[in-house]
């Protein structure tokens, strides 16, 4: 049987699908949450369909339909923001000016709502951006436990900032206070881990925020519009649907964004943040594009290379900002590398997102399998091959890996992100040549380096810093853990993202000071005593 042949029987017959796991009905959202209001909708609407394609004894038909959500215009874009900004009321209203402690409340509610809802939402992820149900409940169990390492992290923040400070005869108290209104869009790769790793610290440090889910996953946060309205006060947080070429440069235009919260490209974010006629008025937490090399040396354990850079270009059809996107080897173990990662990447499993194990399977983007292949048949042009059997076959939205080498400049894979199940392979002689490489790329994400001898990876590791915000020792390039810091320099992101530096990237310290004098010491006291002030107090939040 033929790799096409093959791809083919990998879709279902609807009723091959397990009940578990079906769409019952299509979910057809007519409600926009705004100003603490579940609005009805009745005007344009978007069809979600799925990328898994259903079939029948005259072969494949036409994707699964999920459902469809709200295309609204400029008219609710204004109303919405109308409601934040009123919602945050120059920091005056009441989610902005609420204590810390009232604040995790909201969270925690909210958390308590949607992990009744897990099931409904896993499936959502599943079906629209063709995540395996394995990786789909993944994600939804660590944003879980984001939300609560974030809690717990700003607890710990809070009451370290509890106390009074005594300088050169002043006394101030610092704690973090909100910026204002937050424009929160997350990637459909991640549609509820990213969107909740800015979405959450921005709620929690007391902001308020616009939310455009994303194109792919929009539909997945339909059952979580009840819990923002009822755990949160009306305004705070408010639903953009939408072209998001057109809504957000018009939001940004309006001058009222505090705050852009975007996982997306670089190219996005920068006439994103010329839209603003105030830049110095806007904080930007962006995550943005990667191009992540892994470097492997002469002597690296290759079966270890192998398992680590399989794991890193290909989890999730290699859709992750994060995945290594190129890999470079020394030219001593070329062959046998190539050999050993051709084997293994023809010995994943490929199919439908419920099957157990599988780890390839349809891109939610038809757009992309075109693109993959246009980078594939420019490689081959300028000389390189695919050189594992079927590499690049497509048959509807699933596509074979492809492993393609010798990759070289002026190719498309070369520099730029493909952000899909294609893995470009280029070999080097000189260490300085992949030096190089990481040096001359417009992204400094991560690195992953391959290796045994601890003289050439220091040599290696200390310019490397200096380049990329990771470097990863024998493993693959990954995010986690959540604690630890995640950042990109050059054109990769601003700002650094983790549980704890998220907190801060959607605050700014502010500070209430007066002299040391005893009028000034029995107005603090008379101010912590009365419980008043939110923000001059001593409290301890277990």
Excluded at 180 to 185: A, D, Q, R, S
Excluded at 337 to 342: D, H, I, M, T, V
Excluded at 447 to 475: E, K
Aim: glycine share 6%; with cysteine; charged share 25%.
């Amino acid at each position: 049987m033929n790799t096409t042949q093959a791809l083919h029987e990998l879709f279902p017959r609807h009723d091959a699908i397990p009940a578990d796991c079906q769409i019952l009905a299509p979910i057809h959202q007519r409600t926009l949450l705004v100003n603490g209001e579940l609005k009805m909708w009745r005007g344009e609407v978007r069809q979600v369909r799925s990328p898994v394609y259903v079939t029948n004894e005259e072969g494949i038909q036409a994707p699964v339909e999920i459902g469809s959500y709200p295309i609204t215009g400029k008219a609710e874009a204004d109303e919405a923001l109308a409601a934040a900004v009123a919602a945050y009321d120059n920091g005056r209203g009441r989610w902005p000016t609420m204590s810390v402690a009232e604040r995790i409340a909201c969270v925690e509610e909210f958390t308590r709502q949607i992990l009744a809802k897990r099931r409904e939402i896993v499936n959502l992820i599943m079906w629209e951006i063709g995540k395996s149900q394995a990786d789909s409940e993944k994600e939804f169990d660590r944003t879980i436990v984001y939300i609560r390492d974030t809690i717990d992290a700003l607890k710990k923040l809070d009451n370290d900032n509890s106390r009074f400070q005594i300088v050169e005869g002043t006394i101030g108290q610092i704690r973090r206070s909100p910026l204002g209104i937050t424009l929160c869009m997350g990637p459909y790769n991640y549609p509820l881990n990213e969107t909740f790793t800015t979405l959450i610290p921005a709620l929690i440090m007391g902001n308020v925020v616009l939310f455009k889910p994303p194109r792919f996953g929009t539909l997945l946060f339909y059952p979580m519009l009840e819990a923002f309205r009822s755990a949160f006060p009306a305004g705070v947080i408010n639903t953009i649907y939408g072209k998001g070429s057109e809504l957000v440069p018009y939001l940004m235009g309006s001058g009222k964004i505090n705050v852009l919260a975007l996982i997306g490209s670089s190219r996005v974010a920068d006439q994103l943040k010329k839209a603003h006629p105030k830049s110095n008025r806007l904080r930007a937490v962006l995550g943005l594009d990667a191009k992540n090399a892994a470097i492997i040396l002469p002597d690296a354990d290759l079966d270890l290379a192998v398992k680590e850079c399989i794991a890193g270009s290909l989890s999730f059809n290699g859709q992750r900002c994060t995945a290594i996107k190129m890999i470079l080897v020394h030219q001593s173990v070329a062959e046998q590398f190539l050999r050993r990662f051709a084997d293994a990447v023809n010995a994943l499993k490929i199919g439908m997102p419920w099957e157990k194990g599988v780890m390839i399977t349809p891109l939610p983007d038809l757009e992309k399998c075109a693109y993959l292949t246009e980078c594939i048949e420019d490689a081959k042009a300028q000389g390189a091959k695919v050189i594992n059997e079927g590499g690049g076959t497509v048959v509807e939205t699933l596509f074979k890996p492809a492993v393609v080498f010798p990759v070289k400049e002026g190719m498309k894979l070369y520099r730029e992100e493909q952000f899909g199940p294609v893995v470009p392979i280029a070999p080097f002689e000189d260490i300085e040549d992949a030096l190089d490489y990481i040096i001359t790329s417009d992204y400094g994400q991560q690195v992953s380096l391959f290796g045994t001898d601890p003289h050439q990876i220091a040599a290696l590791v200390d310019p490397l810093v200096n380049q990329v915000c990771r470097v990863n020792l024998n493993c693959q390039c990954q995010r986690g853990p959540d604690v630890f810091p995640f950042a990109g320099r050059k054109d990769s992101a601003e700002g650094t993202l983790s549980v704890h530096d998220a907190l801060r990237a959607f605050s700014i310290r502010s500070m209430v000071a007066a002299k040391q004098t005893d009028a000034s010491k029995k107005l603090l006291d008379a101010l912590v005593l009365s419980n008043e002030s939110n923000f001059i107090n001593t409290r301890f939040i277990l």
